[in-house]
């Protein structure tokens, strides 16, 4: 309770100062996207705007690849945010037509006015996830122009997303992962034990990922992979429990169990509500949960990820732990595991919203 109590002072302390100095924060709070995930970064980043607005802050939601009209830039801390969040989403259908169309006359992959809103925000928060979002890219471009933006850096970014790098940079420090191997499109792989897991080196939220048993199951998962990407993992299955484990400013919170009801954590049991169920803090023995704690905070750190993050991770028969990926930009929807964490410490989702952004802004004092 002692923890919750304190992170609760922090955030009154610095939300009372800004209005004492009659100043309100103007956050943008960067949405959508091309990525396969783009349709959970709306559901994210409309939740946190909801959230920061009743955190007594100036936020609206724009999408950093469709972008915004001119005459809609001056009004837009006011725009309504439930139509927004629907006209949003029927975007979605149009992204490849627009990628296509921008291929075409050579024009580059920010919106119209996205980058204008941002610099004039006091900080950006980045409610993207998977490609051109989470990898890295946006935040080396706002580093070069100065725009604040919450999250960890652009390196740690593009190390975490790609689960190639992530293995090459966390296992010769020790960090337990499963063994496996990278394979580029076109070239062959000679022996594969099964069974085996086949995914995307830089995707999320599961997509593409297939658990496989055969050479039959084997070929179609590397074309449903490689249909994302060129670049796949193709690692040893680990038969066991599934867990994460949030890190906010480079503490462990509370490790939460994943059980799926039926297969695997997968894109549509990680967003159908009730499709798994969720335990925090989770049933272990203390000293495996400290260790996973621990794992978790020593994986942020080798891979220099700082503000908050979520490690996931699987326990084995043996009481074995194995680090699979770190997600630096993790899920804040309704579903999402991060805010349940906290949750189990005290903390409401207003309070981690807020955590966050101050935990962010300290990067730049």
Not at 76 to 103: G, I, M, S
Not at 223 to 235: G, M
Request: with cysteine; proline share 4%; hydrophobic share 35%.
């Amino acid at each position: 309770m002692l923890y919750s109590i304190r992170y609760a002072q922090e955030n009154y302390t610095i939300r009372d100062c800004v209005w004492k100095r009659g100043l309100i924060m103007n956050i943008v709070v960067l949405a959508g996207g091309t990525s396969t995930e783009r349709d959970i970064s709306i559901l994210t980043s409309t939740k946190v705007c909801e959230s920061l607005r009743r955190n007594g802050y100036n936020a609206n939601i724009v999408d950093v690849f469709f972008g915004i009209d001119s005459e809609n830039v001056d009004n837009f801390f006011n725009n309504d945010l439930e139509k927004l969040c629907k006209y949003l989403k029927n975007q979605t259908p149009d992204v490849e037509k627009e990628l296509e169309a921008r291929k075409a006359l050579g024009k580059g992959f920010f919106g119209d006015n996205v980058l204008e809103l941002c610099q004039k925000a006091d900080i950006v928060f980045m409610g993207l996830h998977g490609s051109n979002g989470e990898d890295g890219k946006i935040q080396a471009a706002f580093e070069l122009m100065g725009i604040k933006y919450t999250g960890t850096d652009y390196i740690s970014s593009a190390i975490s997303m790609s689960k190639e790098l992530t293995k090459k940079v966390l296992v010769p420090e020790g960090i337990p992962m499963p063994k496996g191997i990278a394979l580029h499109k076109g070239h062959k792989v000679e022996y594969v034990p099964f069974p085996c897991v086949v995914k995307p080196c830089c995707g999320g939220s599961s997509v593409g990922v297939s658990i496989v048993n055969s050479e039959e199951e084997f070929k179609r998962a590397l074309t449903d992979a490689f249909s994302y990407e060129n670049n796949i993992l193709v690692e040893e299955f680990i038969k066991g429990r599934e867990f994460s484990v949030g890190v906010l400013n480079g503490k462990a919170l509370p490790v939460i169990e994943i059980e799926p009801l039926d297969g695997f954590y997968d894109y549509k049991n990680k967003y159908k509500a009730g499709a798994t169920k969720e335990t925090c803090p989770a049933n272990l023995p203390k000293e495996i949960s400290e260790k996973m704690q621990r794992w978790a905070e020593k994986a942020c750190e080798t891979a220099g990820v700082t503000t908050y993050a979520r490690v996931d991770e699987l326990l084995n028969e043996d009481g074995d732990i194995y680090c699979l990926e770190i997600n630096t930009l993790p899920g804040m929807t309704g579903t999402s595991l991060l805010p349940q964490e906290a949750a189990a410490v005290g903390m409401s989702y207003d309070e981690l919203t807020k955590k966050i952004i101050e935990i962010s802004l300290e990067k730049y004092n």
